[in-house]
């Protein structure tokens, strides 16, 4: 490990530590614990959602999908942008006027079902850890490369894996929400500051953006393999138009007609029924403010994969450019184009801050990471101990106990993840996907999006569906994605694999369809009008708008008063 | 009109000067021209898609901002060039004043006097120690320029008719004020020497103060058969209305205090709605207040037989709308359609834009009993077309009644009297048909409809339409139209 | 004004038929949006996939129409669409539910200079 990168590892570091004590709940009890309150502004709450929302997948992983695939990966940063304008219309606003601390509990108190709570807690957490599985391997290829030395008895992968998950299940578990909160923001600034960063590097190193892309293009795109005899450079394919080069700025590197929709319908459904972005839906005051947070969100999101898609570029341009001149490169690559296209940011770091630049963007990277895996971790707890633990194990439990159970469930999962990062390691996947960790969190994606979204958005705004229909619908919409990543998995030929591997287009109509059919024929519960109050009527909201008025004139007439009395 | 017109316009050539640039201008080689021209249709028609749609409406959260609406139109730019002149306003004692004032010098009177046909609105000058404003008006020479609408002189002090032995004044020309051959008033220019005034001049200036007159009149008329029926609808809060959602609420305070408490408010928000709008249009979203409120309380009283839905396009929310015209369209479906029928039924209101043909549509249509044929004939008018609903049943019946809605302006002003009178009566008539008197429809159901129909004629002139349709046991539909604005 | 102190003693509600009325406009709201957006996000791939000028013509010499609008257009349209929506969806619940109270803040807001 090289001093700068040591210095910069250890500041970051401190400092998470330092913000999660300074900020962590006072009280104990189990609304401060998941909640903080519900007093977060904004603007703190739409940088917190990104701290969540943004993860290895998005930092590293776009840039690398763009970097392998040119315009096929820069759709993994559209769908991941576009994912928050469904949230915006049809669920931010309801969600939060429902008032519940996560999607399992939304579900079952609004179909009144605790069989609809059960199934959801488990599609919630097969969810959750397809998703902190990619993230475990994104901190375990940063580490791989800026440390490169493991623990005994561990490989550097394996070291990055469990390192990383360990400390940050000891941070959700001792910090709370309210710690995981400001550090989420903190942690998004971040990360925006390491990307803004390096994009004015390159940019202010002379790179043209339009320029790059057309240069690109124009010769056919290749990417390294492992052959015979080491590796080889191999042209991709059109999967658009077979027997043709693909090229850097044209669709079909990646994937066939069918499946470019398919994956930007995945990314643009998932994003919904993400539980960890969920659940910070409830911190927010009211349901305007939700919405408005989102739109911030979405700003930001812009913004990120705007400079995300711009640096896999300049990637694949700069470093083909500096392969001869650095020897450290030589490694990493094949005729200047890295092996394995998760480097392509922290190399650019390297190339363009040395030791320091390097450091800053694997910090950012692991931050990501780890904001993404409080997130997660959290959501975890939350629907473990809320809605399994305190409502079906032991329902008489102290504060203290739910409190405990949440931290307990923590552990596990986050145990289980790193265990299955570290089986699931990348080198032992073929490398048929622009970018594994991008594609893997496509899966917890396609999970989310093909079971929950469709009966989430039918629960907000269909009177008519049933606990049987949810039920249904979430067990068709699961089953279905998974069953066909087991079949994409299987090798059925070109195109039709990846497309199974993006199974919404598929899985989230059916799911919908058996969701509305079997709720047809069963009876809606019968106190739906008055949850159509709360979810759809505004009431609460003006209540507390009006207290939080009243509250700040009172004060503004206190402070009045003082000034008269000086 | 033109606004909404020329936005989508502007709108189009827009998205055609940036189709050109992205298509032809910043991007080698250019797309071909038909590829272009499709691309170009393929957004104007988003576009103009788009602009009726729910895409468009409110966008700032600033709510009901209900202070004063300024009145519209083309009468107050006309009162407002003429505020050099008092009597612009109209014949008032103020007004009077002030135009006396104006007027001594200019006539070289040592005292002027403005009367109306009985009173003596303003004197100005020696001897208004006892020529005092508001005594009636006694000097024979002025009841001679009023009763004869032509001008008198007098030259002595006893013509003057105040019997006072040292009144400083000896004579006076009086000249009658006219409006539209009708003499409203007189002025008088008197002297404290013998030589009265000089006829002719006293005379143009008398007619200088009626034209002046004659177009406040004119301005007053259109404002005054709005504001009269305003009022009217304003009176016409029924007693009954208030005696039974009182009662409601004192039942209620027993049993659920806390939405007792609810609808004491709901009520005071209603009251407070009628009574506080000034102006003559609204946004829609607080007459649709005024209307829910309303409706909120009517529910609490008819509970479940009593069902409402509204279905409300965003567009319209800000747009204006005559004032209090909606409820009593509500009201009169609840009141006429739907309280005499056992099971209940339920209320609709639609409300829609049209912001290319400017306009703003409202409907209000129930399932309750419905009119009788006679009534609908009888409400079948210039601007109120009713007639049996022809959609569902043989349109052989309700095209008899039919007549054509041509404007026909002049007759407007002379029904609106009776319109008002009509209005004042209703709450004593609706009195005693409530609580259903008789289970058919209700011979009433017209008037308050006539009444907004004349109340819209002012306002808009010809450019609106209200159409009644209704089918005995089966509802009535009453759709609105009125310009957007 | 005891108007105004009954006004705080009640909570704020809302009716069914209100919130009824809202619900379905916001749907419409909403759904119109959405289509705008799924024209947008699934048009995008769909002209690269049809129209060979949409990849294959540069724009100031370097991307093509189709790269731009992937690498920043879109998002700048996410944008767009989503203040539309959530002004758009914030003002008609702000004048389709409640309504009462503003007025009343309205009256302090006289009172207090």
Redesign the interface.
């Known amino acids: 490990m090289t001093p700068a990168g040591t210095t910069a590892l250890v500041v970051l570091v401190t400092t998470l530590v330092l913000v999660a004590w300074l900020v962590r709940p006072r009280g104990a009890s189990t609304v401060d614990f998941y909640l903080a309150g519900r007093r977060v502004g904004v603007a703190t709450n739409a940088l917190a959602i990104c701290g969540d929302y943004f993860s290895a997948a998005s930092f590293l992983g776009v840039a690398a999908a763009v970097y392998v695939s040119g315009?096929d990966g820069?759709?993994y940063?559209?769908g991941f942008?576009?994912g928050?304008?469904?949230v915006?219309?049809?669920v931010a606003?309801p969600l939060r006027r429902f008032g519940e601390f996560s999607i399992p509990d939304f579900l079952g108190r609004r179909l009144g079902s605790e069989r609809v709570r059960l199934v959801s807690v488990g599609v919630v957490q097969v969810v959750i850890l397809s998703y902190l599985i990619p993230q475990a391997v994104g901190s375990g290829i940063t580490w791989q490369l800026l440390v490169g030395r493991g623990l005994p008895g561990l490989d550097p992968y394996g070291t990055g894996v469990l390192l990383s998950t360990t400390f940050v299940a000891a941070l959700v578990a001792f910090g709370g929400m309210r710690g995981t909160t400001w550090t989420q923001a903190v942690q998004f600034l971040v990360l925006l500051s390491a990307l803004v960063w390096l994009a004015l590097a390159v940019v202010g190193s002379g790179f043209?953006?339009?320029?790059?892309?057309?240069d690109l293009?124009a010769t056919p795109l290749a990417n390294p393999v492992p052959g015979a005899d080491g590796w080889e450079l191999r042209v991709e394919t059109d999967q658009?138009d077979p027997g043709a080069a693909a090229a850097f700025?044209?669709?079909g590197a990646a994937y066939g007609?069918l499946a470019?929709?398919a994956l930007?319908?995945t990314l643009?459904m998932g994003t919904a029924g993400l539980p960890h972005v969920m659940n910070r839906y409830f911190t927010s005051p009211t349901g305007?403010a939700a919405?408005?947070t989102?739109?911030w969100v979405?700003?930001l999101?812009?913004?990120f994969?705007?400079l995300a898609?711009?640096l896999g570029t300049a990637a694949r341009q700069k470093i083909a450019e500096a392969a001869g001149e650095h020897a450290w490169l030589q490694g990493l690559t094949t005729d200047g184009v890295l092996r394995v296209p998760e480097h392509a940011l922290p190399v650019l770091g390297r190339l363009y801050g040395g030791d320091v630049g390097l450091a800053v963007i694997a910090a950012g990277a692991l931050v990501a990471v780890m904001s993404t895996i409080a997130g997660l971790l959290l959501a975890a707890a939350a629907s473990w101990g809320h809605d399994v633990y305190e409502r079906h194990i032991n329902p008489r439990a102290t504060q203290r106990q739910a409190v405990w159970a949440g931290r307990a469930s923590t552990a596990v999962v986050a145990l289980t993840a790193a265990g299955m990062a570290v089986v699931l390691q990348p080198d032992h996947l073929a490398p048929s996907v622009p970018s594994i960790v991008a594609a893997m969190v496509t899966w917890a994606f396609a999970i989310a999006g093909s079971a929950l979204t469709p009966v989430f958005v039918l629960t907000i705004?269909w009177r008519g569906t049933t606990a049987a229909g949810a039920v249904a619908g979430m067990l068709t919409g699961g089953v279905t994605s998974i069953g066909m990543f087991v079949l994409g998995l299987l090798p059925v030929g070109p195109g039709l694999g990846e497309m199974l591997m993006t199974p919404t287009l598929v899985a989230a109509p059916l799911a919908a369809v058996v969701c509305v059919l079997v709720s047809r024929v069963t009876r809606p519960p019968s106190d739906v009008?008055s949850q159509?109050?709360v979810l759809?009527?505004?009431?609460?909201d003006?209540?507390a708008e009006?207290l939080a008025?009243l509250t700040i004139?009172s004060l503004g007439k206190g402070r009045h008063g003082r000034r008269k009395g000086d | 009109m033109r606004s909404g017109s020329a936005l989508l316009a502007g709108g189009i050539a827009v998205v055609w000067g940036v189709v050109y640039l992205v298509t032809q201008v910043v991007v080698d080689p250019p797309l071909g021209v038909g590829t272009t021209v499709v691309a170009g249709v393929a957004v104007t028609l988003a576009v103009v898609l788009g602009y009726p749609s729910a895409l468009r409406g409110p966008r700032s959260?600033t709510v009901l901002r209900r202070g004063p609406e300024p009145r519209r139109g083309g009468a107050r730019g006309l009162v407002a060039g003429g505020r050099a002149m008092p009597l612009r306003s109209g014949l008032t004692a103020d007004a009077a004043r002030r135009t006396a004032d104006l007027l001594r010098p200019l006539l070289r009177g040592d005292a002027v006097a403005i009367t109306d046909t009985e009173r003596i609105l303003a004197f100005v000058g020696p001897g208004d120690d006892h020529h005092r404003a508001g005594r009636p008006v006694r000097a024979s020479v002025t009841l001679k320029a009023i009763t004869t609408g032509r001008s008198a002189t007098s030259r002595s002090t006893a013509d003057l008719g105040c019997g006072e032995p040292d009144c400083p004044l000896a004579g006076a020309v009086a000249a009658p004020l006219v409006v539209e051959n009708r003499v409203v008033g007189a002025l008088v220019v008197l002297r404290t020497g013998p030589e009265p005034a000089e006829r002719g001049q006293v005379e143009d200036m008398a007619g200088i103060l009626s034209l002046h007159l004659e177009l406040a009149e004119a301005d007053r008329e259109r404002e005054l058969a709005a504001d009269a029926r305003l009022h009217a609808l304003r009176a016409q809060i029924n007693p009954h209305f208030l005696f039974n959602v009182l009662n409601t609420i004192a039942s209620k305070s027993r049993t659920d205090p806390e939405e007792a408490r609810a609808l004491l408010l709901r009520l005071s928000d209603f009251f407070r709605y009628a009574v506080r709008q000034d102006g003559q249009l609204a946004e829609f979203a607080q007459e649709y207040f005024f209307v829910r409120t309303y409706l909120t309380l009517e529910q609490a009283r008819f509970g479940d037989r009593l069902r409402v839905r509204y279905d409300i396009d965003p567009q319209v929310l800000t747009a204006h709308v005559p004032v209090l015209t909606i409820q009593p369209l509500v009201e009169n479906a609840v009141k006429h359609g739907l309280a005499d029928k056992v099971d209940g039924g339920t209320v609709t209101l639609r409300a829609r834009v049209d912001p290319l043909t400017r306009t703003t549509s409202i409907r209000v249509s129930d399932d309750g009993v419905g009119m009788s044929p006679e009534v609908l004939e009888e409400l079948d008018g210039p601007h109120l077309t009713a007639s049996q609903d022809g959609g569902r049943r043989a349109r052989a019946a309700g095209a008899a009644g039919h007549a054509p809605a041509d404007g026909n302006d002049a007759t407007a002003d002379e029904a609106g009297d009776e319109a008002v009178d009509d209005a004042v009566d209703r709450p004593s008539e609706g009195a005693g048909t409530v609580r259903g008197g008789r289970g058919g429809p209700h011979p009433h159901t017209g008037v308050g409809l006539r009444n907004i129909s004349q109340r819209l004629t002012a306002l808009f002139g010809s450019r609106f339409s209200l159409d009644v349709r209704s089918t005995p046991d089966e509802g009535t539909v009453i759709d609105l139209r009125v310009p957007l604005r | 004004m005891d108007d105004d102190a009954l006004r705080l003693d009640v909570?704020?509600?809302?009716t069914?038929a209100?919130?009824?009325a809202?619900?379905r406009t916001?749907?419409r709201v909403?759904v119109w949006?959405?289509v705008l957006?799924l024209a947008a996000?699934?048009g995008?791939?769909?002209l690269?996939?049809t129209l060979g000028w949409w990849?294959g013509a540069?724009?100031?010499?370097?991307?093509?129409p189709?790269?731009?609008m992937?690498?920043?257009g879109?998002?700048?349209f996410?944008?767009a669409?989503?203040?539309a929506?959530?002004t758009l969806?914030?003002a008609v619940?702000?004048r389709m539910?409640?309504g009462a109270?503003e007025e009343a803040?309205d009256d302090?807001g006289e009172d207090?200079p």
């Open positions: 315009l820069v759709w940063a559209v942008a576009a928050f304008v469904p915006l219309l049809f606003a043209r953006y339009t320029e790059a892309v057309s293009s658009i700025g044209e669709p007609p470019q929709f930007i319908l643009v305007t919405r408005m989102t739109v979405l700003g999101a812009g913004l994969y705007a898609v711009m705004w009008e159509w109050l759809h009527g505004t009431a609460a003006r209540q009006r008025r004139s | 959260a | 909570d704020e509600h809302d069914p209100e919130v009824d809202a619900f916001l749907r909403a949006h959405f957006f996000v699934l995008v791939p769909a690269s996939l990849s540069r724009i100031d010499g370097g991307m093509s189709g790269f731009a992937a690498a920043f879109l998002y700048v996410f944008l669409v989503g203040l929506a959530a969806s914030s619940e702000a539910l409640g109270h803040g302090d207090a």
